[in-house]
């Protein structure tokens, strides 16, 4: 089974998971969302790799014309139910980001890329997501696209189970962060954990003017799952600061997702 089939295999089956992860309150989401509604430009987005829907819905909530693409059965499957609960219109294809020539989608406003690249090892598989976003990217609109960070996995065992990395088989994820590189190979499915220092390259070949890089979680990713039941006023004094503090890149360690916004 290659990458891919593994990725979609993972998503048809926990279609449900991915949507329940953003459940309630996350940072991650809240953060997102403000620097969404800061960049957004026109009215029409497309969402490539969008899972079950989450900032698809989202978006059409606030009035945007959304289109959402990805490569699983089971997301779309699951996000074409809680659009209909919601009584919304939002166009949904199953489609490899990597060519989305056979759907005939048209120029958009915005794009989001905020998936696919959690997953391709390759560089060119990487590239080839960038660039059909690009293709779909009308002139002057956002590319607003994801990264799992290079220290998501880390971050992860300290906030949920520090016991465990003990036994965890994927320690050559931290040789590689010893020599500031990204690292590919199992996790919770087929990842890729990327470097900050690479994902500017990847897009200044693309034409993009940046407009942010920003840590998607802020400073609260090693300790999200307390930090995220605790009382309003605590949540917001750690959202207040992340946002002050996201943008600086000597706090990207702290988050688990990295987000590029770019200009075309």
Sequence with gaps: MNEIEIVKQNYDLNAQAEWERLEGFHFEFEITKCYLKKYLK???????GGGPGRYSIYLAEQGYDVTLVDL???NIALARQKISERSLNIKTHVCDARDLSALNLGQFDNVLLMGPLYHLSGADDRQKCVSQAMVHLKEGGTLFASFISITGGLNYYLDECPEKLINEPALDLF???ERDESWSGMAFTQATFTNSVEIEPLFNKSGLTKLSLFGQEGITGTRLSYLEKCSEEVRNLYLSLSL???ENEKYFAYSNHLMYIGKK
């Design 42 to 48: 026109g009215s029409t987005v497309l969402d490539i």
């Design 72 to 74: 699983s059965d089971g």
């Design 175 to 177: 040789d590689r962060m």
């Design 244 to 246: 002050r503090l996201c």
